[in-house]
């Protein structure tokens, strides 16, 4: 499966296929996310915490927001937070592709940045289903756990995905002036 995903972003990953995912990550994070956030500035969302959410945190945020704020967030993560996943995964996977060209590293490292966006989708869906549980008056539930482990696994494969990346430049500028 790894040596598939390999070949198939190796397909196109240039640089200017990775300048252009750099591009619109960066219009997420600078302007569409800013976006949503300003219906709810003083209040932190969920997935923002690397080492994750407790069930009293979720609701303790969640408590703090009204429902046109809910609402917004729901959206957020719905929209937004379900297609940014795909944005970094695939930009770091032509990051990676393009570094081990240069390097004799493990295909399956392509792997990671994908990883991190399956996580991503567990913690982005399992706020939506939180918001929505809030917004029908129900109690989080469990949710909040799920949504909590895959956000701390998000975290934990985004962290690994720079190091390898660091790493493979470092590797590969040692073996280009060595």
Same mark, same amino acid.
């Given at each position: 499966m790894a040596d598939w995903v390999w070949r198939q972003i190796d397909s196109f990953a240039s640089l200017p296929v990775f300048a252009g995912f750099f591009v619109?990550? %960066? #219009?997420?994070?600078? $302007? #569409?996310f800013p976006a949503f956030k300003r219906h709810y500035k003083d209040i932190p969302t969920l997935d923002v915490d690397p080492w994750g959410f407790s069930v009293d945190d979720a609701k303790t945020r969640l408590d703090a927001m009204n429902e046109h704020q809910l609402r917004v967030y729901r959206m957020q993560e719905l929209t937004a937070d379900?297609?940014? =996943?795909? /944005?970094y995964s695939i930009g770091f996977a032509v990051a990676t592709v393009l570094l081990l060209r240069y390097v004799n590293a493990p295909h399956?490292?392509?792997?990671? =940045?994908?990883g991190a966006a399956i996580a991503?989708? $567990?913690?982005?869906?399992?706020?939506?289903?939180?918001?929505g549980r809030k917004l029908r008056g129900l109690e989080l539930g469990t949710i909040a756990s799920v949504g909590s482990v895959a956000s701390r696994f998000k975290?934990?494969?985004? %962290?690994?995905?720079? /190091?390898? %990346? /660091? $790493? %493979? $430049?470092?590797?590969? /500028?040692?073996?280009r002036y060595r």
């Open positions: 619109l990550s %960066l #219009i997420f994070l600078l $302007g #569409i379900l297609i940014f =996943p795909l /944005v399956w490292l392509v792997l990671l =940045p994908f991503d989708y $567990g913690e982005n869906l399992s706020i939506a289903a939180m918001i975290h934990s494969l985004l %962290l690994a995905t720079i /190091v390898v %990346l /660091v $790493g %493979l $430049g470092a590797w590969a /500028v040692w073996k």
